[in-house]
């Protein structure tokens, strides 16, 4: 036994874990929470869609460019809007966290008050989690949704003539990072969009209810992503730059730090936007922009009709 | 880009994810497998058991004392134990995996080979998962199970006079352990149940059909893992040492390591057996065995009707 220092080590796990979970208010759908051997989250829908990210610290995250309130919040961010792109309404998050003994308690609740904060506005309960110890501060998140009776939007269903819509910004993300990258401390509200995205988890389920053919969560870069679609659809996707939002505040950015905006809409990643590609048929769903249409040139991604000559996005280990 | 030497920064995210997921098979319950931005899992009883567990290299594993494979293996039976300790039906495995870039291919699909081929063995698939870079093997997994119906048994049921029974072995897994630690590689039974344990899964929905009161899986130690369940259901849990199995290869172990075999049975984690309480009226399902009774002693663990004075499990950072 020691004593309580300050540090995860001092606190304990079994402290850590009534630290991180005591007093907290769970939705409805968190049939049991944390406590047992494994938690019970509602699923009426019969199926339950399942997604898992991994937050790795100085890969994914620095601590001296987030506060750890922020990274929690980013890591439930992106798995939920994992759980949106399929159409699903999120319910339940569940949380598993490494770190080092010496990590202050401060660091690891900072981080899981991010969680709840996230899941809250989501709707979303912290089912469960466990907590060891690891070398780095290690963030892998699962996170839990129910269709409500509707079909799942894959990546799948593109059809040519389709048009191509995202819901949300782009280009913040990679803004913010470049602004983080030189030292500076902001635009705050460039800064930010690095820091954590705010998702309209609603986006997703509405895409699915007006009929989206594919979706995908804009992870990685929106033509890496559409990239992702157009493969696994087996067609090909054309985005027009005159429909893409150029931001006033991002073209500052672009000009102080001697960088091309458009180069960050088109391949930035983890503003975690909505890309879907709906029937020419109908309108679009609140919120949704259009910004190009589903072609027959197979597996590829164009745009204004040509090849875009930049890396398209972001891949571990390269 | 670079070219696969081996490594998996050589193979690259995209090249290892096909290498670990390509020509698999799923159960039924796998609606939606990996290759989308969620997973979707067969949920039928309209509520979705779900539990997560971390496993670090060095800390949780050693990759000179077992191969890939038994640590891919032992990461997803114990989540899968966890599911099984409530009652219910493994259906669903996701998997966030995080190395370094220098890590051999071969160890990562020696990993998820393991992980596959225990889920197949408990009927589940391997729905998702993510890959990422990180400084050490972190491997953390999510597994999913569904309560056909019934009831979840957590550990707050049991009641005085029920009777307390396990399922599988206990005091194996320590006994490996020590083994390993003295720098020795056999009696192999003994230091394979270390590596990795062989649940039953159909234990715990078992239990739970014969109405079981409480139930948990046996990770942390027999001893502090009753005392989990005396605490969470507010009565008291005696073990009689005149009921538990004592084989004879770990009084063997014990005494050629100058070690108390009755310490690792009483203490040791990492046998995943389940232990539960049910009620005195009626019969233990097969394959169950009486250990001890519920009494009135509130929140205590005793053996044989006395405190036991060895540290009770294992606890992080401590």
Known sequence: MTTDDGTVAGIGEFGLIR???ENRRQPPSTLLGPGDDA?????PDGRVVATTDMLVQGVHFRL???????VGRKAVAVNLTDVAAMGAVPTGVLVGLGCPGETPTE?????VDGMWAEAERAGAGLAGGDMVRADQIVVSITALGDLRGRTPVTRAGARRGDVVAVHGRLG??????AVLGRGFRSPVNVVNAHRFPEPDYTAGPAAAGAGATAMIDVSDGLLADLG??????GVGIDVRTDLLDMPRR?????????ADPLHWVLTGGEDHALAATFPSSGGLPEG????????????????????????PGWEHWR
Chains 1, 2 share one sequence.
């Open 19 to 21: 630290a991180v979970t």
């Open 39 to 43: 938690a019970l989250v509602a699923s």
């Open 64 to 70: 001296d460019w987030s506060t750890p309130a922020q």
């Open 107 to 111: 660091v690891v609740t900072g981080l």
């Open 172 to 177: 913040w993300s990679a803004a913010g990072l």
């Open 228 to 233: 992702h679609v157009a493969r696994a659809s």
């Open 250 to 258: 991002l073209v500052e950015v672009g000009s102080a730090l001697g």
């Open 288 to 311: 949704w922009r259009r910004i190009g249409m589903v072609t027959a040139n197979e597996n590829a991604v164009t745009v204004n009709g040509e090849p875009y000559r930049e890396a």
